[in-house]
């Protein structure tokens, strides 16, 4: 393998890994601001579109292609992950 190619696969990763960082850093302080503005409301109707953006984000630095199979994914992970917080509370 010649040296830049090398340079280049490692460069990629890190590339990818440092966006990503930036995306979820993004997204964890739109959600911190968002849970600490007091509304009278849910904070899940803001907080939805967020994770939302973060999701996509993250799917566009990794190549993930936006098809049903990689929708039905994300959605199932959402959804235990929501449905394992009401059984907590509830």
Known sequence: MRA???DI????????RVLAQSVV??????????G???????????LGPIEITQINA????Y????????RKLCL????????GRSKEMG
Do not use: Q, W
């Open 4 to 6: 830049v190619d090398k």
């Open 9 to 16: 696969a490692h460069f990629k990763p890190y590339r990818k």
């Open 25 to 34: 850093s993004a997204a964890t302080t739109s959600g911190a601001v968002a």
């Open 36 to 46: 600490a503005v007091p509304i009278p409301f849910p904070d899940a109707a803001i």
């Open 58 to 61: 993250l799917a566009r630095v």
């Open 63 to 70: 190549g993930i292609p936006k098809n049903e199979a990689s």
């Open 76 to 83: 199932g992970r959402l959804l235990r992950r929501d449905m």
